[in-house]
């Protein structure tokens, strides 16, 4: 019996010494992941913009993994009590509502989860990850593209830095300020250009919206009892080349995680036939012409390379080739029983809203000027919160712009004006060279 008794103290014994150690590894990492946040406070790339596939300082494929002792930072609900959640775990793993990931500025609202606006300090009711995405430190480019020469500030973001010395040292990854690269400038001058070459986009008088109710992020109401788009002169848009070829596509996916794309012969004719129709417009052109004349492609095979491989090569979301960067973007695929990921074209929207398969709810933000409209609704029973897309405009147009803030500026924010109105492109990237979604800014 004094043998069997020893034996069951030795055995708690081990257990206590287990549970602390690991307690202290969290406590430890807890703090190391805390001090790694306030040192890279001032690091643009590191708190302005989401992290790629695999890095260790990204939730992106580790939402709700256990403990890794090995990462800098954590993504499981047990992070916020450790204070040590990766930055981007708001963004990733709970959803854009819970983050302040593009929403900086945005107005109140008391639908909102949480709040990104300058006041929210004062209420306490900021999102998490506030201070990540919205306070911008003076020694930063991050929103100061070509802004005048501020002497207030210790830095400039303009291309007269280059000669007087004195520019942000993140000025070149922001701005494109070296090296054949891009500024807001440049970008706003090839979207008014390819704007006003686009012959596919729709006129005006080919279409007409009915935005009805706007509602908040995340809402699940039917608050608007009409379709979006209540005309749609499919006799003339749809029989522009690449529309046509662009709606043969897309009963080539299937929106459901962790069901492989099956390529077969017949679809990937039509793939071709695509990529041949847009690469015969004025748009893409002048897109091959802008980026060959800033050294990123060689030539019009060059693009089409890079468009293929970023765009329609196959990855792993949820089991090995069960998705792509096009399908997420101009189709939208279903996650986690219910809800859309993607789905930023207005033909996808208009043809499944006809086909009864989509319900508009609302509309979320509209700009107006740039035909930019945040969508939100309900897809075969998946709830979109905000889907942004351009309505009207070509899958060329969209797919250049796109494209071209992609191979410049991969997993940024893309600022430019489009007939002088300001807008931008959010990009992702997903392992690294690939496209894991891109849409305008609305």
């Not at 099956?262 to 052109?285: C, L, N, S, Y």
Request: glycine residues 10%; contains cysteine; proline residues 4%.
């Amino acid at each position: 019996m004094n043998k069997i008794f020893c034996a069951g103290i030795v055995a708690v014994l081990l257990i206590m010494v287990i549970i602390g150690i690991g307690i202290g590894a969290r406590a430890y990492f807890g703090s190391t992941g805390k001090a790694s946040e306030v040192t890279n406070a001032g690091n643009t790339s590191a708190t302005k913009h989401l992290s790629t596939e695999g890095a260790d300082d990204s939730c992106v494929g580790r939402c709700d993994s256990p403990l890794d002792v090995t990462k800098p930072c954590q993504c499981n609900s047990a992070c916020e009590r450790y204070e040590d959640c990766c930055a981007d775990y708001q963004y990733t793993c709970l959803g854009a509502e819970f983050s302040c990931y593009s929403q900086c500025g945005r107005a109140y609202d008391p639908a909102d989860n949480c709040h990104c606006n300058s006041l929210c300090k004062q209420y306490d009711n900021c999102c998490e990850d506030y201070d990540a995405y919205c306070i911008i430190p003076d020694g930063t480019c991050y929103g100061r593209c070509d802004d005048p020469i501020d002497s207030n500030l210790p830095c400039q973001c303009n291309s007269a830095c280059l000669t007087n010395g004195d520019c942000c040292p993140d000025y070149s990854d922001e701005c494109g300020g070296s090296g054949g690269g891009i500024t807001p400038g440049a970008l706003s001058a090839l979207a008014d250009d390819l704007w006003a070459s686009d012959t596919s986009r729709a006129d005006p008088s080919e279409y007409t919206i009915n935005k009805q109710t706007q509602v908040a992020d995340g809402n699940t109401v039917d608050k608007s009892p009409l379709p979006l788009f209540s005309f749609v002169d499919e006799a003339a848009v749809f029989s522009r080349p690449t529309f046509a070829a662009f709606i043969n596509l897309l009963d080539n996916y299937n929106p459901n995680y962790g069901v492989d794309e099956v390529r077969t012969p017949g679809k990937e004719a039509e793939h071709v036939a695509f990529m041949d129709a847009i690469m015969a417009t004025k748009v893409m052109t002048k897109t091959v012409n802008f980026l060959a004349g800033k050294g990123y492609v060689t030539d019009a095979a060059d693009f089409r390379a890079k468009i293929e491989h970023a765009w329609f090569t196959l990855y792993d979301r949820s089991s090995p080739k069960d998705s792509s960067g096009f399908e997420h973007v101009f189709l939208g695929e279903y996650k986690g029983g219910s809800k859309v990921n993607g789905f930023h074209n207005w033909v996808q929207f208009y043809l499944k809203e006809k086909a009864g398969e989509v319900n508009y709810l609302g509309y979320v933000r509209i700009d107006e000027n740039v035909n930019n409209i945040g969508a939100n609704f309900v897809w075969n029973g998946y709830n979109k919160a905000l889907g942004g897309f351009l309505y009207g405009s070509s899958v060329e147009f969209d797919l250049a712009m796109m494209g071209t803030c992609f191979i410049t500026m991969p997993g940024k924010v893309c600022r430019f004006n489009l007939n002088g109105n300001p807008t931008s492109v959010q990009t992702y990237t997903i392992f690294t060279t690939m496209v894991g979604s891109a849409y305008f800014v609305v």
